[in-house]
């Protein structure tokens, strides 16, 4: 699946390739602290920097002897070296080096993600500005309700992209911890300099206090992040589908020249991107339970996280980063149809402005009670018989009693309902 979503940037990142580049940084970075405080000569640190070298081939290779991919690693690194390298790992566990090199390949991988949701953002700015005085039909449980402006469905998911922005940085950074402190968390076998060091050189903070391995409320907050983040991109690909569907088709995602919509009938024109990105959100929310399940261990540590979290961290900033762009480039390019929202707007003859008669009527001094049963028998008619409300409206006496022909008709004005959307549009800082 990795590779079907994977943008390059991402794919490198989770490489055995890179996780293997990571493990060497930190070697290094832990010898030329080593030596800082004198227990590594200067010399043999020099000569490990230039020297260490490895194959992700012949560590499989090891491996498959040791049944331990840390001891497999360090094995090969001292096949290129020669009597230095029992410098190598000094003092360190194996989830010293696993764990923050870990650390930093989440710091990377959310880079790219807040990248994405940067430019996701700017898309949906511009969407919003451009549509927003785009009239069309508010729906609530499904059903009409009244006008809107397309516009501000872009600003809504912009703001919530904002929050989801704010809260995956926040998560970010309970993630930019490393630890270097042995078999138990108690330093008994390096010194908290090197620690110190290390993350410094890494781009990370020390762990205030550890046991072997970080601790994992960390990395499940990391990923609840993510699945925030999958959530409001499913809910715009919903929102698309749903406006798609041949009786509404206000919207289109992208359809390319070349692409077929059905081996079948030549005519469709599916939302498959959007289903896409629904499909693939259940599978960045399933990771959730995984990651809450990782935080329990046995004592400081067992090894039980080890095995979900390679598959459910590389997963799931893969899965994002891919959704995130996906979602751009289809709200970059949204067949928008004007004409078909307008239409809509007059699909029940008028019923959605209901609200702007009974407030009228009680402008005018009717009672509310009295007004809501006026407005509602009416609707009422317009449903069961398909006349025009407006029509129907006109033609009651109550009505024409409080209301002249011309404030009768200025209740049926599509535009009324973007009079205050400026207030909206500078609450959110558009100018």
């Known amino acids: 699946m ?23 940084e930190l070697e290094l970075y832990a010898c030329e602290a080593w030596s800082r405080l004198g227990m590594i000569p200067e010399e043999a640190v020099e000569k490990i920097r230039n020297n260490a070298s490895f194959s992700v081939r012949r560590i499989q290779e090891i491996e498959e002897e040791t049944r331990h991919d840390v001891v497999a690693f360090t094995r090969c690194l001292a096949e290129n070296l020669g009597e230095e390298s029992r410098y190598v790992h000094y003092g360190l566990t194996s989830s010293d080096v696993v764990d923050t ?35 069309m039909m508010g729906r609530t449980h499904g059903v009409h309700a009244e006008p809107t402006s397309l516009g501000l469905k872009f600003a809504l998911w912009m703001v919530e992209l904002q929050r989801n922005k704010d809260r995956f940085s926040r998560a970010r950074e309970i993630t930019r911890y490393g630890k270097l402190s042995g ?38 907050e990391y990923v609840f992040a993510l699945s925030l983040i999958a959530a409001m991109l499913e809910k715009i690909a919903l929102e698309i589908r749903n406006l798609q569907r041949t009786e509404i088709r206000e919207v289109e995602e992208p359809f390319r020249d070349n692409q077929k919509g059905s081996s079948a009938m030549p ?36 090894i039980s996280h080890s095995s979900a979290e390679r598959i459910t961290l590389p997963e799931t900033t893969t899965v994002v ?11 970059s390019n949204l067949h928008v149809i004007p004409e078909n929202m307008l239409n809509n707007i007059q699909k029940t003859n008028g019923l959605v402005f209901s609200q702007r008669v009974l407030l009228a009527l009680i402008d005018k001094g009717l009672s509310r009670e009295e007004a809501y049963d006026l407005v509602q028998n009416a609707a009422q008619t317009t449903w069961e018989k398909g006349e025009s409300f407006y029509q129907v409206l006109r033609k009651k006496e109550k009505v024409k009693e ?12 599509p535009g009324y309902y973007l009079q205050k959307i400026d207030h909206i549009y500078k609450r959110l800082g558009f100018e």
């Open 2 to 24: 990795l590779d079907r979503y994977a943008r390059e940037e991402m794919k490198r990142i989770w490489s055995l390739e890179e996780k293997f580049n990571r493990w060497l």
């Open 101 to 135: 090199a870990l650390s930093a390949a989440l710091q990377e991988a959310g880079s790219l993600i807040e990248e994405g949701l940067e430019q996701l953002e700017s898309t949906m700015q511009r969407q919003a500005l451009r549509y927003k005085e785009t009239v």
């Open 183 to 220: 078999a138990v968390g108690n330093y008994a076998n390096i010194d908290p300099f090197v620690e110190e060091y290390v993350c410094k050189c890494m781009g990370l903070k020390v762990d205030p206090v550890s046991t072997q391995v970080l601790q994992r409320d960390r990395h499940a």
């Open 267 to 302: 005519h469709k024109r599916n939302p498959v991107l959007c289903e896409r990105i629904c499909g693939l959100s259940r599978i960045v929310r399933s990771q959730v339970q995984v990651s809450m399940e990782n935080i329990p261990l046995w004592h400081e540590r067992d």
């Open 321 to 331: 980063d891919y959704m995130i762009h996906q979602v751009n480039y289809i709200i």
């Open 402 to 413: 409080y209301l002249t022909e011309k404030e009768l008709e200025e209740c049926f004005e």
